[in-house]
């Protein structure tokens, strides 16, 4: 190839041995490659197009989502991804220097999958059957005292405890303010009765009889009410 | 006999136009591929790699030519995008080449690689002494020893003064020297 002779001249002052060196193209390039190239790029530009138009539907749903969209919210560490590649490197050549997994063969792994679904059955089975007698006895109880309205299966079981021992449990029992503050359930009383305001109160006593209500009084007091 | 194309001015026109853009870019493209590519080559050596960059290259010319603006040279803006869409190329494959801890310079391993090549030929030989050079005085030296381009041009292309790419170029050519005498 020819070169334009006042850049020879330049080159020729600074290096005859370069000067020398034709400048001739030693690369080749495939047959056909600069006829085909054009329509390369243009297929190319379409196809980014169409790409580029699927992005866009968002913006004509929800403008306010597609202003979002590329807006950043979330921050990387500088170079993170510059240097993700050679985090990752320097971490597979350690994992590689770890001690050997030792793989379980299939026959023994075979067994294990077949205990661990034994124990998955049996483990079902005793859940369910726990949850279906609790369920059954807790209807019993229910059943019990609404029905009957009383205290009908504490009573049964109180006949085997000696009247004696009783009256002992109870007497050595403390009803001291100390005592009580220290049993008694502070939750269930903020939530159960001080969370109540008077007109809860009221519409819970209108459905007692005033008969009863006096009866738990002669009770409280030992006088018969006026 | 080489294809004429219309002007610059004109291509530039006709793209904006909807009915002729497609054909103004084709028509860009077809005008200055062959310049593009053999700069582009010059840098990254493998064919396929220079077919990628090229093209990477079209793509954002086209998105970027409706705000050139007409008072620079369409040419010179063309050469600066190959160039950086090239050195973004080469920074990749240094990337690459540190984590495979490959110790060759890359565009040596990949002028090896090239089908014809002959280290006693001396046009090779010239392109090994080229690969040695820093990136910067590589690229100066190829545009001037090879596109023939004038200074001014390569002070917009590259963004640098006139007396640094001439000082650029002297020690590359230098260097040149010194690895062809001594390899």
Known sequence: ?226 | MATQYADDISLLQEFRVPATREKAFTDIIKKYQEKLYWHIRRLVIQHEDANDVLQNVFIKIWKGLDNFREDAQLYTWMYRVATNESLSYLEQQKRKQSVSLDSENSGVSQLKAEKNFDASKIEWKLQLAIQQLPEKQRIVFNLRYYDEMPYEQMSRVLNTSEGALKASYHHAVKKIEDFILNH
């Open chain 1, 1 to 226: 190839m020819k070169r334009n002779s006042a850049i020879e001249n330049e080159l020729t002052d600074l290096s005859p041995v370069v000067s020398g060196i034709s400048n001739a193209n030693i690369f080749r390039t495939p047959p056909g490659f600069f006829e085909e190239l054009p329509a390369k790029v243009m297929s190319r530009l379409k196809a980014e197009e169409i790409e580029a138009a699927a992005g866009e539907e968002i913006g004509q749903i929800s403008p306010l989502l597609a202003s979002l969209r590329d807006r950043p919210t979330l921050a990387v560490p500088v170079d993170y991804f510059n240097n993700l590649p050679q985090s990752i490197t320097a971490q597979l050549h350690d994992n590689a220097a770890e001690v050997p997994v030792i793989h379980l063969n299939r026959k023994n792994r075979g067994l294990w999958t077949r205990y661990a679904a034994a124990a998955l059955v049996t483990g079902l089975i005793a859940t369910g059957s726990l949850f279906l007698f609790n369920k059954q006895q807790g209807k019993e109880m229910d059943g019990g005292m609404s029905d009957k309205g009383d205290m009908a299966f504490i009573s049964a079981g109180l006949p085997a405890i000696p009247d004696l021992d009783l009256a002992n449990y109870l007497s050595s029992v403390s009803e001291s303010s100390e005592w009580v503050s220290e049993n008694s359930d502070s939750e269930f009383d903020d939530t159960g009765f001080f969370a109540m305001d008077d007109a809860a109160i009221k519409s819970m006593l209108k459905d007692i009889g005033y008969d009863v209500l006096q009866n738990y009084e002669e009770e409280l007091t030992g006088n018969p009410s006026l």
